[in-house]
């Protein structure tokens, strides 16, 4: 006696029905307006950055005032290296400048000789630690770094006026050669000549962001010599991070409904295969 059994309709998922793609000049003016978005929250966090570097080289010339008043020759020595380095690490008030220049005066004052060998090896330790070509001082510079080291200047106030010239010029070279180096590894990133090139991209942007909006007068006057270099390189580079490829991301929309689909499809072909073994079977 044959069973009769009844046809259920089994309705199935159509995946007829594809997913709105952004056709490539969407993607393109979306890809844009990321970047946009992007470059403007590093320019917003730069500038957070040298706000917060200019508050710590305000605490660090506070502390390095207080050393000048030390009872040792080397807390005064340590005390001028500080001060020395800050002139390129950010903004010094104005506040700060005269308290600064009082103090050096009273020092100077006290030991012409000994104040200007002791200026001789904080400005020679700089010109070290940040790899200064000497010669790019000028003869007139070196020469008188020559005398301070020597202890030939006898007088307060001639040791003062020299010892800020060299410094100066020390302090203008020492943002070139800084500025000089980023554009050289932007070029290499440019060239596709670096490692991690991502992370080394948005480090190059960042630090270039930071001279161009720096508020030390030696990176600035640095970053004016070679704006359009700057500006330059600077564009390169947002145009380069557009052409990158974004980084996978397997949760995305455009990747997670496709899958969600095919999984809910394998899901229905499973059903109806067990029902019909189970079809067999009672036959």
Same mark, same amino acid.
């Given at each position: 006696m044959a069973i009769k059994r009844k046809s259920k309709n089994m309705k199935l998922i159509s995946l007829d029905k594809k997913v709105p793609v952004k056709n490539s000049q969407g993607?393109?003016?979306?890809?844009?307006?990321?970047?946009?978005?992007?470059?403007?929250?590093?320019?917003?966090?730069?500038?957070?950055?040298?706000?917060?570097?200019?508050?710590?080289?305000?605490?660090?010339l506070?502390?390095?005032?207080?050393?000048?008043?030390?009872?040792?020759?080397?807390?005064?020595?340590?005390?001028?290296? =500080? @001060? &020395?380095?800050?002139?390129? /690490?950010? %903004?010094? $008030? *104005?506040?700060?400048?005269?308290?600064?220049?009082?103090?050096?005066?009273?020092?100077?004052?006290?030991?012409?000789?000994?104040?200007g060998k002791m200026m001789a090896k904080v400005i020679n330790e700089k010109i070290k630690e940040f790899k200064v070509e000497i010669d790019k001082?000028?003869?007139?510079?070196?020469?008188?770094?020559?005398?301070?080291?020597?202890?030939?200047?006898?007088? =307060? @106030? &001639?040791?003062?006026?020299? /010892?800020? %010239?060299? $410094? *100066?010029?020390?302090?203008?070279?020492?943002?070139?050669?800084?500025?000089?180096?980023?554009?050289?590894?932007?070029?290499?990133?440019l060239n596709g000549v670096v490692n991690n090139l991502q992370s080394q991209l948005k480090k190059i942007k960042k630090d270039l962001y930071g001279i161009k909006f720096s508020t030390n007068p030696y990176q600035q006057k640095a970053y004016q010599q070679q704006e359009s270099k700057v500006e330059k390189l600077l564009k390169n580079l947002e145009s380069y991070s557009q052409t990158q490829p974004p980084k996978s991301n397997f949760f995305r929309p455009e990747m997670v409904i496709p899958v969600s689909l095919a999984v809910i499809l394998v899901t229905v072909v499973a059903i109806v295969v067990v029902k019909r073994k189970k079809r067999m079977k009672v036959k």
């Open positions: 993607n393109g003016e979306q890809n844009k307006a990321d970047n946009d978005n992007t470059e403007q929250k590093l320019k917003t966090i730069i500038k957070e950055d040298i706000a917060k570097k200019d508050e710590e080289v305000s605490s660090k506070t502390n390095a005032l207080q050393g000048l008043s030390g009872k040792t020759e080397k807390e005064r020595e340590n005390s001028l290296v =500080d @001060i &020395e380095k800050s002139k390129n /690490e950010g %903004k010094i $008030s *104005e506040v700060q400048k005269d308290k600064i220049t009082e103090k050096k005066n009273e020092l100077a004052k006290n030991d012409p000789r000994g104040y001082l000028g003869q007139a510079t070196k020469e008188k770094l020559v005398k301070l080291q020597n202890g030939e200047f006898t007088s =307060d @106030i &001639e040791v003062r006026q020299v /010892e800020e %010239k060299v $410094s *100066e010029k020390v302090s203008e070279e020492v943002a070139n050669v800084e500025l000089n180096g980023l554009l050289t590894e932007a070029q290499k990133i």
